[in-house]
Structures are given as C-alpha cells and as structure tokens.
C-alpha cells in the first residue's frame, strides 16, 4: 500500500524549520547558519521555514499542495518572523500568504495551497520518465567530496547526495555542458521523507548551472513547488536540470521520484547566473 500519512517522527530537519505561534497570524523562527549555502540561507530551507508557519495556521489542512515563493532578499541567520493571512479556507483546499520578516524588511513573499492530503489523494497518471541512477554504493557521496564543500555549503552536514559518476564533472573542473544533475538524496539522520518536507528538498542540489561550466553563487528569484504525492520509504531520486539561459538567469526544473518510482514533487524556479 502506498503512504498516505504525512506524519514522521520529529527529527532534526523539524527543530531547524520550529516556528512560534506570537499570535495574529505572525509566527518567530530561528533562521540557522547551519543552512547556509553560498552567499545566503538556502531557499528551500526557508521555505521550510515558511510553509511550517502555514501548517501551524491551519492544522486541519497540513500538507502543502503548490507553494510559490518571490525572494525579494537573501534570508540570514538570526531571528525572524512570518506573517501569514488566510485567502481562502473552505472545503478541500486552503490559500494562504505568508511573508518572511527580518529586520524589519520583508525577505520572501510566498501564495500557497494546502490541504488535508488524506481527502484528495485519487488516481495518477503520467507520461514522466524515471531517472535511472547507478546503485548507491556506486555513486558518490557528498560526505566524501572533502571539506572545501562543506566550507561553502555548511547544509551538506545535514543530509546525504550520491551522484552518478558520471554527473559530477562539474565537482571537477569538467562540466558536461548538458545543464544535468541528478543524484540519491536522504536525511543524514535518516528523517523519513514526507511530503512537507519536499518543499526543502527540491531545493538542494548544487544550481544546474554548475554543470553548464558557471560555478558561483545563483540567487533565486521565485520557485514554485508542486508536491504530488507522499513519498514511500527510502531514498529519494532527485534531477535537476536546464534548458535555457538567457538575460542572465536561468530556469531549474527538478523532479523527484520515490522508491516506489512514483513522481511525488516537481518544482520550476528563475535563478540569476551564478556569481563568484
């Protein structure tokens, strides 16, 4: 039987995006360095960030659907707050707008839909071709590509990627040029999956343009999520991938599959090519 719940046991990926209720729609968090990436906190983090604030707003409705967030700002570590207003609450589906605060300056302005998942989940079809990936033990693992990237991206302490051997040239000096990247994705602390929790991992592998030979920091402009289903136990199969830049941006259109093979979340965001 395929997962319905999007309950898992608190883990440390749930202390990190805690929020408070201050009442009035408005909610404190924590913003921790430990999410850094680049120049900034990673938008998939504070989007978790975000998105749990809503999930505290309506808790008959927990489980994001479509999520769109506008990053007007980069996020830092240290406190902020999300001040959230209800657009709609009727039947199936709820609307909620939230904006993340700092420092008196709001840094991302996000619209999203939820839902009890539960009462929705119904037929899937697609037409989606699965990624096919090495094994794991074949692959490699962020853990043992050296210090320099967690001296960047901090984050990587607290999750796994193995790529394909074939798909990390950009890691060496030898991108591809084919705008891919893919790889093997869990939690270090072994956090099931749930479908909240997709909203983050759509956002965290390297930007695809590394792959196109353009390393450096890629601000995001706006990134929609669409969570599709509650992934099944196991690892998760995550690709990236581009097919134009222009104006100096670039789109990032990520798929990710469970281990059941299902599509369970496809995301798109406008990124700026990446910066020293």
Not at 220 to 243: Q, S
């Amino acid at each position: 039987m395929l997962p319905t719940s999007n309950m898992v046991p608190m883990a440390e990926y749930d202390d990190d995006i805690a929020v408070k209720d201050l009442g009035e729609g408005r909610f404190a968090a924590d913003l921790l360095g430990e999410w850094t990436v680049g120049g900034g906190l990673n938008g998939g983090y504070l989007l978790g960030v975000i998105g749990n604030a809503i999930r505290e707003l309506i808790p008959a409705k927990p489980d994001p659907i479509t999520i769109s967030a506008f990053y007007l700002g980069p996020g830092r570590p240290g406190p902020a707050e999300v001040h959230t207003e209800i657009k709609r609450d009727g039947g199936s589906l709820a609307v909620v707008a939230a904006d993340l605060v700092q420092e008196g300056e709001k840094r991302i302005s996000v619209l999203a839909t939820y839902a009890d998942r539960s009462r929705i989940d119904g037929e899937v079809r697609t037409t989606a071709i699965e990624p096919v990936l090495p094994p794991l033990e074949e692959c490699v693992s962020t853990h043992a590509m050296g210090p320099a990237m967690l001296e960047i991206a901090p984050m990587y302490r607290k999750f796994e990627l193995r790529f394909p051997p074939n798909r990390v040239g950009w890691a060496q000096g030898e991108p591809s040029g084919e705008g891919v990247i893919e790889a093997w994705f869990r939690f270090r602390d072994d956090r099931p999956t749930d479908a909240f929790s997709l909203i983050t991992i759509a956002d965290l592998l390297p930007p695809v343009a590394f792959d196109l030979g353009l390393p450096g920091w890629s601000p995001t402009l706006e990134l929609t999520v669409h969570v599709r289903g509650v992934p099944a136990p196991g690892w998760l199969k995550v690709r990236h991938a581009t097919r134009n830049l222009a104006g100096g941006m670039f789109e990032e259109d990520c798929e990710i599959w469970d281990s059941a093979g299902r599509l369970v979340a496809q995301s798109r965001q406008l990124a700026r090519t990446p910066r020293a």
